[in-house]
């Protein structure tokens, strides 16, 4: 099969691409920018650099699946327009395309976040019909994704949909870093603060394996939480990763009241246009436990997850060879 991925220089579409060249699929994939991608040269992989927002229609032709990872999902933007226009309205052409192109299949990289969230054990056989739930239904990210969602479960008559909504995610190629800026934050301080909530990790590798199941196994129109079997306060997760890291560390609770001072002061500082990803609603989100279990993809996609004590050590080694001190 050929697959077209975006997002290829992040931590997804890294190793989304290595796990599709080792079973066979020929690939090509979509980045703003291609040096410095870690794959080398391979006769099944074509690079392609455009904006997401560039015409691709040349590239849809003789392609089997579309898998769409890029996202704007830096959390210092302002306004909910920016993130609209990237994850909505892009991802939006980028089906239309695919429609018109004839490619049977496409594939949305969304988040867990866009789905209702468990607190405690006994709440974590929520379906992936729940509804997105406070503090995520005032994040635009998240309501950007949510949108695309929308879209695209309305073109299921047109193009075989799938939605992937992956949790936190964990593991090596995180370039940016993105998520992995947790790891680093982990290996580095001696001091550390942690904020009083928590939420679900899963191996990066377990949600390419996921997004390559969906292709072959994945119900038209069906959204699948690829939620790790791990959820972990940030306290657990912190002490669970000094535990390879060897670091000597003392570590502190933030406590709530602090964090929320923290987000008024970031919303001034919006008010006066200056980016910074303190707001009031990113400090509750810091507050919350929003677990997820994963039986849907487990059951329907034949998945089989690693715990999280697998990628951990993957990820510290990554960045101690790639973010020396």
């Given amino acids: 099969m050929t697959v077209l991925v975006t997002g290829i220089s992040g931590l997804l579409g890294n190793n989304l691409v290595f796990l599709l060249l080792e079973k066979g699929y020929y690939v090509k994939g979509v980045a703003r920018n291609i040096s410095n991608l870690p794959f080398g040269a391979h006769p099944r992989l074509m690079l392609i650099q455009s904006e997401l927002t560039a015409d691709l229609s040349a590239h849809l032709k003789d392609t089997d699946c579309v898998m769409h990872v890029a996202a704007l999902t830096q959390q210092n933007i302002l306004r909910y327009d920016e993130y609209h226009r990237v994850n909505h309205t892009a991802t939006a052409l980028l089906a239309e395309g695919a429609i018109a192109a004839g490619v049977p299949q496409f594939i949305y990289v969304s988040t867990a976040n866009t789905i209702g969230y468990g607190v405690q054990q006994e709440d974590l056989k929520l379906p992936e019909d729940q509804p997105m739930r ?192």
């Fill in 134 to 325: 406070k503090p995520f239904t005032h994040s635009f990210y998240a309501r950007s994704k949510a949108a695309a969602e929308d879209y695209l479960l309305q073109q299921t008559q047109k193009i075989k949909v799938h939605i992937a909504n992956p949790t936190f995610m964990i593991g090596p190629y995180d370039k940016k870093p993105s998520s992995g800026a947790i790891i680093l934050m982990g290996m580095r301080r001696r001091l550390l603060f942690y904020p009083p909530g928590g939420k679900n990790f899963v191996a990066v590798k377990d949600v390419a394996a996921g997004i390559e199941k969906m292709v072959h196994h994945g119900e038209n129109g069906r959204r699948y939480l690829l939620a790790g079997n791990d959820n972990l306060s940030y306290r657990d997760f912190f002490k669970l990763l000094k535990s390879y890291t060897g670091q000597k560390q003392r570590m502190i609770a933030i406590p709530s009241l602090l964090l929320q001072l923290a987000g008024y002061v970031g919303d001034l500082l919006r008010f006066f246009n200056v980016k910074t990803s303190l707001c009031t609603n990113n400090m509750r989100i810091l507050r919350i436990k929003n677990y997820y279990n994963n039986t849907t993809s487990v059951r329907e996609l034949g998945l089989q997850y690693r715990d999280i004590s697998h990628a951990i050590p993957e990820s510290v080694t990554y960045f101690k060879k790639h973010f020396p001190r």
